[in-house]
């Protein structure tokens, strides 16, 4: 009984290719050093008379002012122009 041979052909080896990735550092802005986060959302009750009417508030998304936390952030969030004043 004669022994079967392998015929010579292709033999595939699997050689995973490494990805490059690039990446770019992007500066995370929390909510209460954005320009469009508000301490305190004044509105004038009558002409001349402004009262507090909520805390904590973005302009930015949402139609109008939206509250959030100072501490989150969020993608849309632009650092507030820096007047000298630290």
């Known amino acids: 009984m ?4 392998i015929p010579d052909g292709m033999v595939f080896e699997y050689k995973p290719k490494l990805v490059s990735i690039e990446m770019e550092p992007t500066e995370l802005i929390k909510c209460k050093h954005c ?3 508000l301490e305190d959302v004044f509105t004038e009750a009558c002409p001349g008379i402004p009262i507090i009417t909520g805390h904590e ?3 930015k998304w949402g139609n109008g002012y939206v509250k959030t936390d100072p501490e ?3 993608f849309l969030a632009e650092k ?3 007047n000298g004043n630290a």
């Open 57 to 59: 508030a973005c302009t």
């Open 2 to 5: 004669a022994m079967t041979e």
């Open 72 to 74: 989150g952030w969020c």
């Open 80 to 82: 507030e122009a820096d």
């Open 35 to 37: 320009k469009y986060y």
